[in-house]
C-alpha cells in the first residue's frame, strides 16, 4: 500500500534517506545529556542521570559511561540495552586484539569495530539500526586525547566539545561560545556546571550528574577519575562563592 | 636445515642465513633470498621447508600490511612478534608448520630487538640468537664473544667467524 514513509530498515524512500535511522535519531535526542570536552591537560566526559524515586535500588547500574579498556572509555545515550550489547562487543574486541598484539587496542581501530557493526545493522539483515550515540575518548601516542562522537548509522567525528543526548542542541551552543583552545580541567568543569546546573539548580547535584576524568598523573601515567559525589558537590560550592564575589 | 644467526648490535640488528634450498639430497637452488620484510623498519628470517615458509610469512606480511592500512598506525615489533607467536601456536594444534623465525625490528623508543621464534610457538626477546643445527656448535662461541653495543665492523666480524667454524664442521 503506498505511503509516505517506508517503514522498511535497510531501504533508502523516495528523498533519499533511511526513515529508520531519521527515528532513531529521535531516541538519542530523549535519551540523557551527555557532554564531552577535550583539553590540552586530559577528557572530560559529564553524563545527566535519570531521576530516581525514592524507592529505586539500581544505584549501581545506573551508570552511562563503561570502560572499553584501560585507557579508553565511552558514555551511552539514547536506548541502553543497545548500547551495552555494543559496549560488549567492543570490549572482548579489544581483548581479542590484546591476545594477539599484546598491546592496548588503538583508538581507532576500536572505533571502527563499534561504527562497522552499527553499519551493517542499516544495510542487510532486515534489524532496526541500534538506537543509540557514544562518545568514546581515550588517548593514542600518535594522537594525543581524541573524544569521538558516533552514530546509528554508522559514522564517526572526531570531537573538541560535544554534546549528545537530551537538549543537545542548546547545550552544543553553549560549548561554542565558552570553548577555549587552551582550556584547563578546572574551566572545563565550570563550563560543565554551567550547563547543567541551570536546570538542576536545587538539591544535590551529585545525584544528577556524574563526570569522569582522563588524564596523566604526576607520574606520567594515564589515570580515568570518577569524582566521587563530594567532590562534585564541592565543585558547586567553588562556583557558589565565585558567583557571590 | 638452515641456519639463521642474529646479533643485536649498537643501534641495528643484524643477521646472517644460508641461501640453500634443497630437496633430500639435491641442492635445487643456492641463491634463495630467504629474508621477508614487515612493514618498514622490520624484517624476519626464515628457516624451514620452503612452501610452509611462503605460505606462513606471506599471510603474516598482508595481515600486518592490512592492519596498517586500515588504522593508519603502524604495530612495534613487540605487538608482530607476539601475532607471529599467536599464529604459529593456532597452527600448532591444528596443522602444524615446521618453520623457525627470527623477527629483527627497530622502534623509536627501544631502538634494535631481536626475537627468536619457534615452530612450536616459543617467543623470547634476545641478544643474540642462533637457530638450526649449527645452534649446537655456535651457541657456545657466542657466549664467548658476544659484546653489548657492538660496531657494525665487529658484528662482521664475529659472523666471518661463525660461518668459518660452520664450515670446518659440518658437511
Known amino acids: ?245 | 636445515m638452515d641456519t639463521i644467526i642474529s646479533l643485536n648490535g649498537k643501534g641495528f640488528g643484524i643477521s646472517a642465513i644460508d641461501t640453500l634450498s634443497f630437496k633430500s639430497f639435491l641442492i635445487t637452488k643456492n641463491n634463495l633470498n630467504k629474508f621477508i620484510e614487515i612493514g618498514k623498519n622490520k624484517f624476519l628470517a626464515v628457516s624451514g621447508y620452503p612452501g610452509d615458509v611462503i605460505q606462513f610469512t606471506d599471510f603474516l606480511q598482508k595481515t600486518i600490511q592490512l592492519y596498517t592500512l586500515k588504522t593508519g598506525l603502524s604495530l612495534s615489533t613487540r605487538s608482530v612478534a607476539n601475532c607471529i607467536r599467536k599464529e604459529l601456536s593456532d597452527c600448532l594444534r591444528k596443522s602444524p608448520l615446521n618453520i623457525n623465525l627470527t623477527l629483527i625490528g627497530f622502534d623509536k623508543i627501544y631502538g634494535s630487538s631481536l626475537y627468536f621464534i619457534d615452530y612450536l610457538g616459543t617467543l623470547q626477546r634476545m641478544n643474540y640468537c642462533i637457530q638450526g643445527h649449527s645452534s649446537l656448535i655456535l651457541s657456545s662461541f657466542l657466549d664467548r664473544y658476544y659484546k653489548k653495543e657492538m660496531n657494525l665492523a665487529e658484528t662482521l666480524n664475529i659472523l666471518k667467524k661463525c660461518s668459518d667454524i660452520i664450515k670446518t664442521r659440518f658437511l
Open chain 1, 1 to 245: 500500500m503506498p505511503s509516505k514513509i517506508d517503514f522498511k530498515t535497510t531501504s533508502f524512500d523516495s528523498g533519499g534517506r533511511i526513515s529508520q535511522l531519521e527515528f532513531s535519531m529521535e531516541t538519542i535526542n530523549n535519551g540523557n545529556p551527555v557532554i564531552g570536552i577535550k583539553t590540552s591537560e586530559g577528557i572530560l566526559i559529564a553524563t545527566g542521570k535519570n531521576n530516581l524515586s525514592y524507592y529505586s535500588d539500581s544505584s549501581q547500574f545506573l551508570t552511562k559511561i563503561f570502560l572499553l579498556e584501560e585507557n579508553i572509555f565511552c558514555a551511552i545515550t539514547g536506548s541502553n540495552p543497545d548500547a551495552q550489547a555494543l559496549v560488549d562487543n567492543a570490549r572482548i574486541q579489544a581483548q581479542q586484539f590484546k591476545q594477539t598484539f599484546q598491546e592496548i587496542i588503538p583508538l581507532k581501530k576500536i572505533l571502527t569495530i563499534i561504527c562497522d557493526i552499527k553499519q551493517k545493522f542499516t544495510q542487510t539483515g532486515g534489524k532496526r539500526p541500534f538506537g543509540t550515540s557514544l562518545l568514546i575518548g581515550g588517548f593514542d601516542s600518535v594522537n594525543g586525547f581524541q573524544i569521538f562522537r558516533t552514530e546509528p548509522s554508522g559514522n564517526f567525528s572526531e570531537w573538541k566539545a560535544v554534546a549528545i543526548g537530551l537538549n543537545s542542541y542548546t547545550n552544543q551552543t553553549i560549548l561554542d561560545e565558552e570553548f577555549k583552545i587552551d582550556l584547563t580541567i578546572e574551566d572545563a568543569l565550570q563550563i560543565i556546571l554551567k550547563i547543567f546546573y541551570k536546570k538542576i539548580k536545587s538539591f544535590k547535584l551529585s545525584s544528577k550528574i556524574e563526570i569522569f576524568i582522563l588524564k596523566h598523573d604526576d607520574k606520567q601515567q594515564l589515570v580515568i577519575n570518577c569524582l566521587s559525589p563530594n567532590e562534585i558537590d564541592s565543585l558547586l560550592k567553588k562556583t557558589e562563592t565565585l558567583k557571590v564575589d
